[in-house]
T-cell receptor
């Protein structure tokens, strides 16, 4: 079964607008971490933001914030004030268990194109 | 600039060649990873080294041979590859605690002729 689901088709976003990328996950482990990565066309995977399953507050990192709804098993990424450099593929990923498991389960990704 | 350095950035090789991909990090991370990524797809885990020992091999064909000479270096030796092995190969490193992210290199774009 798929552990991470990202179902939105490619998205076009107006510059300076906010965009929300959906991510739902499936796990029975109470301890897990959720990660968002950005991958521009050049190929590098850039870590954006992390949310732990026991974190009480939604994570924020600059223009990135995570809308974490634990009961719904969703961890949506919000990018505020989009910039042209935000055009990229965005991957949601999950690691189950905090120790002893180095596997990251990736979603299929969301393609975002920011237009001027 | 990424803190995980991969060389070469591009590699074209024939099916009979032997080549190696290299990865280096100086963040003190004790877990290192190799991923394979096809266009428009998520990365697929190939190997994980933890404290310089191979801890995960995701049933990767033996034409791919990983090596971890020390805690900062990770190699992927390639031999007799197939055209379907053409892909972006990403190296990553992390602290072993699950709350810490994996940090990726820029990748090596590999083309098999």
């Amino acid at each position: 079964a798929q552990k991470i689901t990202q179902t939105q088709p490619g998205m076009f976003v107006q510059e300076k607008e906010a965009v929300t990328l959906d991510c739902t996950y499936d796990t029975s482990d109470p301890s897990y971490g959720l990660f968002w990565y950005k991958q521009p066309s050049s190929g590098e995977m850039i870590f954006l933001i992390y949310q732990g399953s026991y974190d009480q507050q939604n994570a924020t990192e600059g223009r990135y914030s995570l809308n974490f709804q634990k009961a719904r098993k969703s961890a949506n990424l919000v990018i505020s004030a989009s910039q042209l450099g935000d055009s990229a593929m965005y991957f949601c990923a999950m690691r189950e268990g905090f120790y002893g498991n180095n596997r990251l389960a990736f979603g299929k990704g969301n393609q975002v194109v920011v237009i001027p | 600039d990424t803190e995980v350095t991969q060389t070469p950035k591009h590699l074209v090789m024939g099916m009979t060649n032997k080549k190696s991909l290299k990865c280096e990090q100086h963040m003190g991370h004790r877990a290192m990873y190799w991923y394979k990524q096809k266009a428009k797809k998520p990365p697929e885990l190939m190997f994980v080294y933890s404290y310089e020992k191979l801890s995960i091999n995701e049933s990767v064909p033996s034409r791919f041979s990983p090596e971890c000479p020390n805690s900062s270096l990770l190699n992927l030796h390639l031999h007799a590859l197939q055209p379907e092995d053409s892909a972006l190969y990403l190296c990553a490193s992390s602290q072993t605690a699950g709350t810490k992210p994996q940090h990726f290199g820029d990748g090596t774009r590999l083309s098999i002729l």
